[in-house]
């Protein structure tokens, strides 16, 4: 990046006042016009805007009949109205805030959702007894027993029976768990 030394400066502002491109600005300096452009627009005070009537391009050669009708059929316009372009609409992004508020809801509705449980009871062994989930030991089994449209919670009826070795099941209800594909339990 140049830095530009007051003199220079002074000297495209002398210039910019005195009517010269920023084109012709550019090539004095051996810069690109866009670096004149950004000169110009970061000091308001030494270029100020339209304080100066530029120079006159060439004149443009007049367009004949022929020429401005194609160039109409060209363009597909037949009055002086432009068309806008669309505009695009800037999503609103939440604000932390809201992401918060918005968080908390979530999780306050799962907390309201009844957990609904499958229809277990083709599960129940004939003649066994069942325990409430809260009250089954560590060595006790942990299938749910319940009708489909009961809420679970800590006292839905559990099987109750010994577990088999490693297992949270007994061995029965681990063989209804665990079933290899193709074959009945």
Known sequence: MTRWNPEALDRMAKMYRGGETLAVIAAAFDVSRGVIAGLVSRNPERFPKGAV???PGPPKKPLSEKAKAAKKAKSGK???????APTHKQPAYPTAEEEEQAAARRIEERRRAAIRAYDTRHM???????VPFIDCG????RVIITAGEDALGPDAPCCGRPVAEGSAYCPQHLK???RTPGRAA
């Open 124 to 130: 129940q062994i004939a003649g066994s007894k069942t």
């Open 176 to 178: 209804l768990m665990y």
């Open 78 to 84: 037949t009055g002086r109205g432009r068309v806008k």
């Open 138 to 141: 560590e060595f006790q089994c």
């Open 53 to 55: 009537p530029r120079k």
